[in-house]
């Protein structure tokens, strides 16, 4: 089950979480996350490469920083009573640039796939797309399905410690490692998902007819 129909259940450790960025503009917070996630996929990129594959644990880092801010920025708009279009669609927005910029790195890495990393961001933007397309033609914004974003973030760090601690490259038809495989299940389970949200939404709308 995807880790965003846990949301609810998530306002507690926002509520800590997010006391200290309570002064802060919201639309700051989201374009910060988004920076850090630059600077993740930038990172990963390029360990092993230019400096030390040990440095993808500096690309952790970034990575978890960037998802609690990305978190944090809408629950401090609702909180603060300054929710607004503009605002959520500055979210949404640099959420895709974000999606773009780890994928991305991961794909150009010393153990990643730039084809299967291009397939990959397919099967994740379709997901995104429909996703809030079901809320523009006037139903809920649609969470569900097998993958959705919470729980690529946490993949992405789950592999990086993959790697770190158990590095392997098998050959085969592409190389076999911990990020490839990755790539291949956002590939898969994003496009399961897109049609998951699709068919939901395709529901909901005759219903509304």
């Not at 998802?67 to 607004?84: E, H, M, P, Q, Y």
Request: glycine residues 8%; aromatic residues 12%.
């Amino acid at each position: 089950m995807a880790l965003d129909s846990y949301r609810n259940n998530a306002t507690p450790l926002l509520e800590k979480i997010s006391k200290p960025f309570m002064r802060f503009n919201p639309n700051s917070i989201t374009i910060v996350s988004f920076i850090l996630a630059l600077l993740a996929g930038i990172v990963i990129a390029l360990a092993g490469r230019l400096f030390s594959f040990y440095y993808d644990g500096l690309a952790f880092a970034l990575i978890l920083l960037s998802s609690t801010l990305d978190a944090v920025d809408g629950f401090v708009a609702r909180k603060r009573n300054i929710s607004s279009r503009s605002g959520d669609m500055l979210d949404h927005t640099f959420d895709r640039y974000s999606d773009i910029a780890l994928i991305t790195g991961f794909s150009f890495s010393i153990f990643g796939n730039v084809y299967l990393g291009m397939l990959a961001l397919g099967g994740v933007f379709m997901t995104s797309y429909l996703g809030t397309q079901s809320q523009a033609l006037g139903l809920k914004r649609n969470y569900g399905g097998l993958l959705g974003r919470a729980d690529r973030l946490a993949i992405m760090l789950v592999i990086i410690l993959v790697e770190l601690a158990f590095p392997f490259n098998l050959k085969f038809l592409i190389q076999i490692t911990p990020v490839n495989l990755m790539l291949l299940w956002f590939l898969i389970a994003g496009y399961i998902t897109s049609v998951e949200r699709f068919s939901k939404s395709l529901k909901g709308l005759k219903e509304m007819e």
